[in-house]
């Protein structure tokens, strides 16, 4: 595995077949490999909602994103992580026959919002899962 920082505020590992791209809002990561399936984008804010738990600034996040782009969701919205310094949520849908997951991680005052998306679910999830669940923040 690999490592990525953002902005010292985060770190994540990635798989030695992914790379990055790095664009002004948001970084991409990708599969080298030959079956890839889809794109991790990932994008970092600071939380401008103070009177919110992690997982109340993370949920309001997801929400939004859902509104905005008008995704389908297909699935419950799934905590992988929840305490009173973090939530790491996670939710599935579908945009125009794409399958998307959609993850945002808060510790309250910081936001990291991604999305996977990808012609169709593939074992690649299975990398994307243990790179979200590899982030953490720097403090």
Known sequence: MKQYTVDNWITLQYP???EYQEEETFVSFYSTEENAMGTLQLSIYESDTEELTPFEAAEQEINLLVE????ELTGPLEARRNSSKEALLAVDGK???VFIRIYAYSD???LVLLTYSADRE???LEEIEAM???LN???
């Open 137 to 139: 923040w720097i403090h």
């Open 95 to 97: 945009e125009e026959e």
């Open 122 to 124: 593939s074992l690649e």
């Open 108 to 110: 309250g005052e910081r």
């Open 132 to 134: 979200i669940l590899s």
């Open 16 to 18: 030695k077949t992914f």
């Open 68 to 71: 905005e782009f008008g995704i």
